[in-house]
């Protein structure tokens, strides 16, 4: 026993210098080869103009910075996720095994980010969510190369149940899609709501992505609550603004939502989304230098004006920018890239904002109204509001 442990300590003793000096010299000193990332968003469904508002931000900051990060030129890969969770665990599997990309970003709906955290916890990729607010992505199954340059579905949830409360409303009503984000946006609210006094009367929900609003309308004229609080997005949103005032219910209950229902969606909501409140952590009036600049290239590049989409992808490329420049292209050194994006102070378009230690954005939440095709800042309701992170060990 004593001999082979002697034995084992003598050949240890040789190896080590010699791995030593063999990673040493297989080790470029830079890596200046491509870096390769995978988009994986909705190219189709109703979160379709999601996905093409998150790549245009993204690509705007890469062309912005001569098309290279840290030296390294910018290879994209891409697959429409269909805002498909089923097929997320596949689609992702593509991007790392058959492309082999260095990066994900991606993607829009919760349960698709779910699945890709689950992959980039295991195989180690370095994944920044340019929108899903999926809590647990920066909460149980938060990690070191995982990142969120959006929200969590608490935080808008969480900023409006204080603002109605305020507005004096005792008896409210939620609808939602009955997913991850829905759910979350909706506990989020009743948090600080229930918490104010008021009280949740009635969650209403549908499967995503239905938008068979109507039985659902009639209940809630039924009900008469003093308020209805609501989380649709893209395509849906559009249907649900127009289905409630077409349901006579714009006139009787005022509707409050997690912004998204009115980002992206004006010019086709018209006027049945005049001066619906909503909070979110972007707005289209903002006083924001960086703002004022990113607004005019979005515009001037893609002819179409920017939403807090297409801000969050631009602010996914920021964040790969800052973390890239702290490893000098390096994406194995994952704490030190972690590191510098933890002390970061990101300079975005809705104004600055820092990480929490779960990975995701402090910062303040607004309280917009729509007055004509604009989600107008008229206050800020939440200042540099931070989601708890609840169940991150990292
Ligand atoms: C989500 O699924 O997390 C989600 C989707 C669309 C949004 C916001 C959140 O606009």
Known sequence: MKRSLLTLAAVLALAAPTALVHAQATKPATNTSKLKVGLMLPATGTFAALGTAIENGFKLYITEQGGKLSGREIEFFKVDDESDPSKATDNVNKLIKRDNVDVLVGSVHSGVAMAMARVAKDSGTLLIVPNAGADAVTGPMCAVNIFRSSFSNWQPGFAMG?????????????????????????????????????????????????????????????????????????GGAVKFVKDYAAAGLKRTIPLYGAGFLTDGTLEAQGADAEG????LHYGDSLTVPRDAAFRLAYAKTFKLQPDVYAVQGYDAAQMLGIGLAAVKGDLSKKAEFAAALRKAKIDSPRGAFTLNAAHNPVQDIYLRQVLGKENKVIGVASKSLADPGRGCRM
């Open 162 to 234: 204080q603002v109605v409360a305020a507005k004096g409303h005792k008896r409210v009503v939620t609808i939602a899609w009955k997913y991850a984000a829905g759910d979350e946006s909706v506990k989020g609210f009743k948090e600080s709501f229930e918490k104010a006094g008021g009280q949740v009367i009635k969650e209403l929900g549908l499967p995503f992505p239905n938008v068979e609003f109507q039985a659902l309308l009639t209940e809630i004229a039924a009900i008469k609550p003093d308020a209805v609080y609501t989380f649709f997005a893209g």
């Open 276 to 279: 619906v409140l909503t909070t």
